[in-house]
């Protein structure tokens, strides 16, 4: 079965600092690996997803994840954060069935 | 092109009501799927629809829950009766293919549902 750990409901960084969200997945297949953003009072939206191929994968909004199969992780990160990015965001695996499998997500504040 | 439309947005209703959720996909997406976010949990998915037919219903709580999706358009989501602890935010996305996560899945805005 596959399942999702996101480390830290919250996260808090400055302006500038680099963003580093953590995610840890299981599953008994390939991994599709998926991360989304929800901005408030909105739906989610795809930041960006890792399928076969390149390990380090470049989203929205200067974010990106590399896939390391050793650690079973898909870490997000962003080099400098801005106001813009405070929002929920999600991590996800799809199952052998294609129905996306998410952690509990992981709220960024961003102090000025 | 137009998103993935939910409504209503909000809704409030008494335990042992009926509360009916609809989701509009992107046109020409066969794929639609239910998830649902109780508070402070992960988001569940509850079924996916390939057009009219329910390819997955296997989140589904209980038979208070019924989908459906008539001509394989929109989609509506009835809970009959709700309890308190259908509270929660339901979300609907749509994709045109599925091929276990090329084509990506569109989510809407979310249904806040709120049983009181």
């Known amino acids: 079965a596959q399942s999702v750990t996101q480390l830290g409901s919250h996260v808090s960084v400055s302006e500038g600092a680099l963003v580093l969200l953590r995610c840890n997945y299981s599953?008994?297949?390939?991994?599709?690996l998926f991360w989304y953003v929800q901005y408030p009072n909105q739906g989610l939206q795809l930041l960006l997803k890792y399928t076969t191929g390149a390990t380090l994968v470049k989203g929205i909004n200067g974010f990106e994840a590399e896939f390391k199969k050793s650690e079973t992780s898909f870490h997000l990160t962003k080099p400098s954060a801005h106001m813009s990015d405070a929002a929920e965001y999600f991590c996800?695996?799809?199952?052998?069935?294609?129905?996306?499998?998410f952690g509990q997500g992981t709220e960024l504040s961003v102090k000025p | 092109e137009a998103g993935v439309t939910q409504f209503p947005s909000h809704s409030v209703i008494e335990k042992g009501q009926t509360v009916t959720l609809r989701c509009d996909p992107i046109?020409?997406?066969?794929?639609l799927y239910w998830y649902r976010r109780v508070m402070g949990k992960e988001i569940k998915f509850l079924l996916h629809f390939v057009k009219e037919s329910k390819q997955d219903e296997s989140g589904m709580p209980n038979n208070r829950f019924l989908a459906e999706r008539t001509g394989g358009t929109y989609s509506t989501l009835k809970v009959q009766p709700a309890e308190l602890e259908d509270s929660g935010v339901y979300f609907c996305?749509?994709?045109?293919?599925?091929?276990?996560?090329?084509?990506?899945?569109?989510f809407g805005n979310g249904t806040r549902l709120t049983v009181t």
């Open positions: 996305a749509s994709s045109q293919d599925w091929d276990r996560g090329n084509s990506p899945l569109h």
């Open positions: 996800a695996v799809s199952d052998r069935a294609g129905k996306l499998i």
């Open positions: 599953s008994s297949v390939p991994p599709y």
């Open positions: 046109s020409g997406h066969d794929n």
